[in-house]
Nanobody, 125 residues
Framework: QVQLVESGGGLVQPGGSLRLSCAASGFTLDYYAIGWFRQAPGKEREGVSCIGSSNGINYADSVKGRFAISRDNAKNTVYLQMNSLKPDDTAVYYC???????????????????WGQGTQVTVSS
């Protein structure tokens, strides 16, 4: 079965950290560009970070210096390390994959091949 599965979300206090994982099954992530996106209640989905198949990386201004994206091709997984979390980071986080795209795709409106089901991140004291 071809799918992306996010994990690692949860409840964290402001200033805390979480690491999200985006694991692929049924296909190999090596040749895919991966994007992380989030959607808060009542808001549009927005791009958070992305990594191209050639490992070019980009971040939304709101998370630069706090979040870090990486990939482990041996584990067929992409990670999003989130530090110094703020209440505004509260959202459902999704990953998406598009094949044979070397550049980084941070727009949620791009035609991705696969989307995960999302993982909830709540930042609250």
């Amino acid at each position: 079965q071809v799918q992306l599965v996010e994990s690692g979300g949860g409840l964290v206090q402001p200033g805390g950290s979480l690491r999200l994982s985006c694991a692929a099954s049924g296909f190999t992530l090596d040749y895919y560009a991966i994007g992380w996106f989030r959607q808060a209640p009542g808001k549009e989905r927005e791009g958070v970070s992305c990594i191209g198949s050639s490992n070019g990386i980009n971040y939304a201004d709101s998370v630069k210096g706090r979040f870090a994206i990486s990939r482990d091709n041996a584990k067929n997984t992409v990670y999003l390390q989130m530090n110094s979390l703020k209440p505004d980071d509260t959202a459902v986080y999704y990953c998406a994959a598009v094949r044979l795209v070397s550049f980084c795709v941070i727009s949620p409106y791009y035609s991705f091949d696969y989307w995960g089901q999302g993982t909830q991140v709540t930042v609250s004291s």
